[in-house]
């Protein structure tokens, strides 16, 4: 089982930066892919990035070329440099990885742009 927990979430004025953080333990040698996702009130929750183990990333179009998502697999971390924040990025942002096949879910971080 793995046991996942983020950090770094808050408030932010339009145009500045936040770097969300995300921690896995638990059984396992190798996390396949690590990734963040969001979801907005009244919205379905959507892929913000993730980080194969091969390092190959996917953003959602909404984000490409403002936040940067990067792993460390030393520390079985995950990162979403978010830069440029925009008030359309408010929302409850959820750590997920997948180890041999299961996806794991952290419990969410809040993230809100104001304007």
């Known amino acids: 089982q793995v046991q996942l927990v983020e950090s770094g979430g808050g408030l932010v004025q339009a145009g500045g930066s936040l770097r969300l953080s995300c921690a896995a333990s638990g059984s396992f040698f190798t996390i396949n892919t690590m990734g963040w996702y969001r979801q907005a009130p009244g919205k379905l929750r959507e892929l913000v990035a993730n980080i194969r183990s091969d390092y190959s990333t996917t953003y959602a179009d909404s984000v490409k070329g403002r936040f940067t998502i990067s792993r460390d697999d030393a520390k079985n971390m995950a990162s979403l440099q978010m830069n440029s924040l925009q008030p359309e990025d408010t929302a409850d942002y959820y750590c997920?990885?997948?180890?041999?096949?299961?996806?794991?879910w952290g419990r969410g971080t809040q993230v809100t742009v104001s304007s």
């Open positions: 997920n990885v997948v180890v041999d096949g299961r996806m794991s």
